[in-house]
């Protein structure tokens, strides 16, 4: 009795993982402004002291990674 409970627990912990993972994401209101605020930031930043061509592809890598 306790190996099928033990086997039960065990799917129902990963069928509610695969559930959580497969969850899309998505960004809010306050996600996106914040979003904008740093783009914003970036572009004052590079006005004042401008970036070479690989920071800036570093920074178009990160935010299209999500870091």
């Known amino acids: 009795m306790r190996l099928r409970a033990l ?6 912990l990963a069928g509610m993982t695969v559930g959580i993972a497969a969850c899309e994401q998505h960004k809010g209101p306050a996600q996106k402004a914040g979003e904008k605020l740093d783009k914003a930031g970036d572009k004052v930043s590079d006005t004042l002291d401008p970036k070479g061509p690989v920071e800036k592809a570093g920074r178009k890598i990160d935010r299209a990674t999500g870091n």
Not at 7 to 12: L, N, T
């Open 7 to 12: 086997i039960g627990a065990a799917i129902m």
